[in-house]
């Protein structure tokens, strides 16, 4: 592990940059980093002498081939891998860690949370992805009359290189969250820190470089300016950024990615906003809990989250209350050195970034008024904090709800604006002021409020949270992304979306439209087309192992009358005596049908009666039944068979099974189609694993 020195510049560690497969040391001396919290010198950083055409090459060529030899799962392990390898290390993250000024909390959002990002992208990746080269997405498409013309929409990976250039403020939650659906999806990476914190970026790539874990190229790293790197970018890459709004507009609308339309993703400035609805009371549950988020979010990590509350909107005659509750529970807030217990806030990530709050403070104050707070403090906890970071918590009460520059300003620290409003479509009005946010956050237990409000603003939003007492102790809060759902928002927030996902999976991924015969749709996609050609077998699909089974293996099964009597058994059995399975006049009244009817739920299970092998053998579980359509009635005297197909595989890496998924069409006498519907089964890898 390379030593991160703190003494004078001529000793200082200079920061190194991963490039095509060696550690990279720029021969200048570069820029100084310090430590947030004392600030004395950390490290030097500098990126002249790296090769960036060579760089994006080396990603393309070898890299992309490299991990696109491998199945989505296959490339899922890897990223459980590698989170299981540096949760183990975590403790070296954290060390470095409260040179950013983050208290071991914060720390915690960004080491943890980020490494959980890779298991839970891994999940999801492996629970909804089939273990294969292509992703197909939605039903096959029917082109024609006879069928012999289908359409299918399938993803592949892009066969480029995604440029992650990430914010100062989470250095490793920042780089993860990206990293993780690139490489799912088969595309390799090229990491840009932000400098002040890339020393602790630099650590963790080291030590996902000594894991061996990915393939050569598949991960390279830059610390320091990305040079003349977005003068190489192609139409098959893409380029994710997460800073101010000013220089993602800037890169967006360079001239290599403007000619080559290269996907361009962006995360900028969010003037996110809370609102209290119009039905909470001081002293209820929820008033507490919105007094709460408004203080966690304005002291997590100083402030330093784009997802941090910025505007705190309220009705006007709670203003007072609102603003008395949250400067009460400030008061309780230590701010100092985050190697103090004492200490509950820690110190922003650099000096440079404590005047540009203080630059946006000073706006804020000639439309606002100070509720809590002073701008001048200059004592912390700690004996070396004089040259530190640090800055008070700042609460704010806009003078002009509408005409506040709360509304166009960010200060990316531990600052918030509270803003009356007068009634619920003022609140709406209100947040729509923020031209575009991440997320959005309302505090009601009324469904009347959540509602109006709700949809009110969910078009200015990526992310919206109800919070009330029913869901407080499980929430994670306003201020947290999830890996499950979407990261993003419109307009200044930058228009883009990450994570959210196998949705985060399908940015570095071409869709593209097939169309063909059947058979060929089958041959290209790996999973059996209707239409296609089936094969028929005098062994029972069900005795067959993983391996043995094919996709297209057919049985046609034995044909049963459905009788009355089944009807009436099954009706007593499952108690469903719904009056068209029980009583004939009724249900001839009914327009759907011209006389009683069997159960739907009767007819999947006359189905698996035709076609489940019933001895032991490579079947293991039924483990899912999905897609059920009842497309036509059965009456009493109707003949039914079954068409069961295998339609697709999906081996599970770390299992000794695989699952199935069986295409099954119930026919009657007349050859219509009565139900269709996908089985799902956990089948043995071999004959062997069922003994």
Request: charged share 20%; aromatic share 6%.
């Amino acid at each position: 592990m390379k030593t991160i020195e703190t003494t004078n510049p001529q000793k200082l560690a200079k920061l190194q940059s991963y490039s095509q497969g060696k550690w990279f040391t720029s021969p200048e001396t570069g820029a100084i980093l310090k430590n947030a919290v004392t600030g004395d010198d950390v490290a030097s950083i500098c990126s002249d002498g790296l090769d960036f055409a060579a760089m994006a090459n080396y990603a393309r060529t070898v890299g992309g081939p490299a991990l696109r030899e491998f199945t989505f799962h296959q490339r899922a392990m890897m990223v459980k891998n590698l989170a299981t390898y540096l949760l183990e290390r975590k403790e070296l993250f954290y060390e470095l860690s409260t040179a950013t000024g983050a208290t071991r909390a914060d720390s915690w959002i960004d080491i943890e949370g980020g490494i959980g990002t890779l298991f839970s992208i891994s999940s999801k990746a492996r629970i909804e992805m089939p273990n294969s080269k292509v992703f197909p997405e939605g039903k096959q498409e029917q082109l024609s009359r006879k069928g012999t013309f289908v359409g299918q929409h399938i993803y592949t990976p892009l066969q480029g290189v995604a440029i992650h250039i990430n914010a100062y403020n989470f250095p490793c939650w920042g780089m993860l969250e990206k990293l993780a659906p690139a490489l799912v999806a088969g595309m390799p990476v090229i990491v840009k820190p932000a400098s002040q914190t890339a020393y602790l970026t630099e650590l963790m790539v080291r030590h996902i470089v000594e894991s061996n874990i990915l393939p050569e190229g598949s991960l390279q790293l830059i610390c320091g300016r990305t040079g003349d790197l977005l003068d190489h970018v192609t139409y098959q890459d893409v380029v994710s950024f997460t800073g101010s709004a000013s220089t993602g507009l800037r890169l967006r609308q360079g001239e290599k990615i403007a000619a080559a339309n290269t996907r361009f993703i962006m995360e900028a400035d969010s003037l996110n906003c809370t609102i209290l609805g119009d039905d909470v009371e001081p002293g209820s549950a929820e008033f507490d809990l919105f007094v709460n988020e408004v203080v966690r979010e304005m002291t997590v990590k100083a402030g330093q989250k784009c997802t941090a509350i910025r505007r705190a909107i309220v009705p006007t005659t709670k203003l007072d209350a609102v603003s008395d509750a949250i400067s009460k529970a400030l008061e309780q807030v230590v701010v100092g050195d985050p190697a103090d217990d004492s200490v509950t806030m820690g110190a922003l990530a650099g000096t440079d970034q404590r005047q540009d709050v203080l630059t946006a403070v000073d706006q804020l104050l000639k439309h606002s008024r100070l509720a809590f707070g002073d701008v001048t403090q200059q004592s912390f906890v700690g004996e070396n904090t004089s040259n530190g970071a640090f800055l008070s918590p700042l609460l704010m009460v806009a003078n002009d709800p509408h005409t506040t520059v709360a509304h166009d300003v960010e200060a990316f620290g531990p600052v918030c604006t509270l803003v009356g409003y007068t009634d619920r479509e003022d609140a709406v009005r209100l947040a729509a002021k923020g031209k575009g946010s991440l997320v959005g956050s309302l505090v009601t237990n009324d469904g009347d409020v959540a509602q109006d409000i709700t949809l009110g603003v969910a078009a200015h939003h990526g992310r919206i949270l109800i919070l009330n007492e029913a869901c407080a102790k499980e929430s994670t809060g306003h201020g947290s992304p999830l890996p499950q759902l979407v990261h993003g928002g419109p307009g200044r927030a930058g228009g883009g979306e990450e994570l959210g996902g196998v949705r985060g999976i399908k940015h570095y991924m071409q869709r593209t439209a097939l169309q063909g015969s059947p058979d060929m749709l089958s041959n290209v996609t790996g999973i059996h087309m209707t239409g296609s050609t089936v094969k028929s077998s005098e062994i029972h699909p069900f005795q067959k192992t993983f391996e043995e089974l094919e996709v297209g293996d057919t049985l046609i099964t034995e044909k049963r009358t459905v009788t009355l009597e089944d009807i009436e058994a099954f009706a007593e059995l499952s108690g469903d005596k719904f009056y068209a399975h029980t009583n004939e006049e009724a249900a001839a009244r009914n327009p759907f049908f011209d006389g009683r009817v069997a159960h739907g739920y009767l007819l999947v299970s006359i189905a698996a009666g035709l076609f489940v092998w019933p001895d032991e053998g490579p079947v293991l579980a039924n483990t899912g039944l999905e897609n059920l359509q009842f497309q036509k009635p059965v009456y009493p005297g109707d003949v039914v068979h079954v068409q069961f197909t295998c339609k697709q595989k999906k081996n599970r890496e770390t299992e000794t099974w695989g699952e199935v998924r069986w295409d099954t069409t119930i026919f009657n006498q007349n050859g219509d189609i009565c139900a269709h519907y996908d089985v799902l089964t956990g089948v043995a890898n071999s004959s062997d694993e069922t003994k």
